[in-house]
């Protein structure tokens, strides 16, 4: 269904060409200066430009990104309208926008900015605003509520509207204070999870008795989240992972680490089962917890818990992301070739594997990574 404000825009010259100036959201401008798609395979339609060569795009019919010419994207409104009332009653002209700033702060930044504004380019600029507003049926609401709903749709840029230049496949920035944490999103469970083993809640053993992948969550929560008090917890899990040791999961060791750095003697016989034979005593159990401690997760760590999750698009984004800031290092480059290739994002493991193949220096190494790459590109023609 066509965005009702877009729709004015459209068929209402007259209401276009107030959007066009002094506002900047020309719908005479809906082109992009290169091919571009969103990660997720969303729809993505040009809807408007500015002066800049930016472009306004509607994802999946209703949200709003903004990507500019020069490489950064940023999901800026819910709908077409939200869009409009940010442009209009929070224009690009004004700074020193900011969340700290109240309600009369805000206006008052607004005022500075219109008075530059009147006198430089746009001297008919309140009757310009007061038609557009009218024309388009824009609600009135704080500047606070409405600057509160940008910052919310810049946040949840990642993972769903990460846009992409469609020819090289690498992604388009977005401000660090905008980017999601990986991290903080997986360990999210088992944070929650810890806290209520932590504190004897009746069923909390059995939740992550019940469930593998909580419990990884849990185990790192716990690696990260070191307190007095733990150990009877983290030997809870330890008995756990040590059960299940087939399944080849790291959190085995991640949590025999943190009960061996306590050094209790009582601990020694799983430790030595859990590690082993490594540990053998109180002592060596301290001994190798330090030796561990600096194998500590990485970004592939939470790639593959987010995945294990079902987290599968916030895997992408880190990978594409990961694969954006990765030079001529080989064995980064296999790791996400091959970690792109499980999660089913062939494109992007191809991308990678190429990289990969550039750099080997043998006959016998190049064949084997252009074995890869065949596969790869077998599998993204399929």
């Known amino acids: 269904m066509t965005d009702r404000v877009l729709e004015l825009l459209r068929s209402r010259p007259d209401l276009a060409e107030l959007a066009a100036f002094p506002f900047d959201f020309d719908v005479e401008r809906a082109r992009h200066v290169e ?60 700074e020193g926008l900011t969340a700290e700033l109240d ?29 557009l507003i009218e024309g388009l049926g824009l609600p009135e609401r704080p500047l606070t509520e409405l600057f509160a709903l940008t910052e919310s749709a810049a946040r949840r840029t990642e993972p769903d509207h990460l846009l992409l230049n469609s020819a090289e496949l690498c992604a388009y920035r977005l ?22 083993l932590r504190s004897g809640e009746a069923g909390a053993w059995e939740a992550v008795d019940a469930d593998p992948v909580l419990r990884a969550g849990v185990v790192r929560a716990a690696w990260e989240d070191r307190r007095e008090g733990d150990l009877p917890v983290l030997r809870g899990l330890l008995e756990r992972e040590e059960a299940v040791r087939g399944d080849g999961r790291e959190e085995r060791l991640v949590a025999a ?32 917890a330090r030796a561990e ?19 599968r698009a916030h ?49 016998r190494d190049r064949a084997a990574e252009a074995h890869v790459l065949a596969r790869l590109e077998a599998a993204l023609e399929g």
């Not at 472009?55 to 019919?61: I, K, N, V």
């Not at 401000?175 to 806290?195: H, K, N």
């Not at 593959?304 to 999750?309: G, P, V």
């Not at 800031?325 to 480059?333: C, E, I, M, S, V």
């Open 315 to 363: 895997a992408r984004v880190e990978l594409i992301r990961m694969l954006d800031g990765t030079g001529p290092d080989a064995d980064r480059l296999r790791r996400l070739s091959r970690a792109l290739e499980e999660l089913g994002e062939y494109a992007q493991a191809v991308r990678a594997q190429r990289n990969l193949l550039s750099l080997q220096d043998t006959d």
């Open 175 to 196: 401000d660090e204070a905008y980017r999601m944490c990986l991290r903080d999103v997986v360990l999210g469970p088992g944070r929650a999870a810890l806290g209520r």
């Open 103 to 131: 309600e009369e702060g805000l206006r008052a930044a607004v005022r500075a900015g219109d008075a530059e504004a009147r006198e430089e380019f746009a001297p008919e600029l309140d009757a310009q605003r007061a038609a």
């Open 293 to 311: 401690e600096g194998k500590g997760p990485d970004a592939f760590t939470w790639v593959e818990l987010a995945h294990r999750q079902g987290l």
């Open 35 to 94: 091919a571009v798609h969103l990660a997720s395979g969303m729809e993505l339609e040009p809807v408007a430009g500015d002066d800049t060569g930016g472009t306004y795009f509607l994802c999946g019919g209703t949200a709003v990104l903004y990507a500019s010419s020069e490489g950064d994207a940023v999901l800026i409104a819910d709908s077409v309208s939200e869009a409009l009332e940010m442009l209009v009653r929070l224009p690009g002209w004004c």
């Open 257 to 288: 680490a943190l009960v061996a750095a306590h050094g209790r003697d009582e601990d020694v016989a799983l430790l030595r089962s859990a590690t082993s034979g490594r540990v053998t005593d109180a002592a060596s159990a301290v001994a190798w």
